[in-house]
């Protein structure tokens, strides 16, 4: 099965400061998503992504079907993106297969 | 309008128990899916459900199992609880199933804790 490997595993910041996550795939995939996980462990759609470039506010993605990886840049961060964030890919039907996640602390 | 439903939020159990656990997905999604979330580690796919058809079984045992009603809102029943079902069940709905341009969007989830 298609393998996801995130990195890094742990990053801490100080407010204000950037930060760029990365997902490698081992296959082809038409389903990428980007998650957020809260400390109360709601996962929150950040991107649908299989390919391509998106922003939303501070945070944007970029995803490089061909070479199987996809970037997550957070802007100007704040205490409240802190949680631990996730790379989902699926080959097909649906079946999200998730990485380990990026555990972020964000310090004031 | 409401997002993916589940309840309970949390529960404990001993070891030998039986649980059951519910999803109601966004209206006018029709698939479901489970995964399970063990401390520290990304979810598991365990089921998929669509059309009240199973259509997708991940690597988990026999005493796992679901199922889907009419109204599309769903079930995960774990038989003869182990410690190592301690977890997070998240639930996922999406609008269809089968096709790759298809976002899941997963509930709160249902911490289990197995004694």
């Known amino acids: 099965g298609i393998q996801v490997e995130q990195s890094p595993p742990d990053l801490i910041l100080q407010e204000g400061a950037n930060s760029t996550l990365r997902c490698n795939f081992s296959d082809s995939v038409n389903n990428l998503q980007w998650f957020h996980q809260n400390p109360w462990g709601q996962l929150i759609n950040l991107f649908y992504?299989?390919?391509g470039t998106k922003q939303n506010g501070r945070l944007s993605a970029t995803t490089v079907a061909t070479e199987r990886y996809s970037l997550l840049y957070i802007s100007s961060s704040q205490t409240t993106d802190s949680g631990v964030y996730f790379c989902a890919v699926s080959g097909g039907y649906n079946k999200l297969i998730f990485g380990a996640g990026t555990r972020l602390a964000v310090h004031p | 309008d409401a997002g993916v439903t589940q309840s309970p939020t949390h529960l404990i159990k001993t070891r030998g128990q039986h649980v059951t656990l519910r999803c109601s997905p966004i209206s006018g999604h029709k698939s479901v899916s489970w995964y399970q979330q063990v401390l520290g580690q990304g979810p598991q796919f365990i089921f998929q459900?669509?059309?009240?058809?199973e259509r997708g079984r991940g690597n988990f045992p026999d005493r796992f199992s679901a199922r889907q009603f009419p109204n599309y809102s769903s079930e995960l029943n774990v038989n003869a609880l182990l410690l190592g079902d301690s977890a997070l069940y998240l639930c996922a709905s999406s609008l269809v199933w089968g096709s790759g341009a298809n976002v899941l969007t997963f509930g709160a989830g249902s911490r289990l804790t197995v004694l």
């Open positions: 459900y669509y059309e009240k058809e």
């Open positions: 992504i299989p390919s």
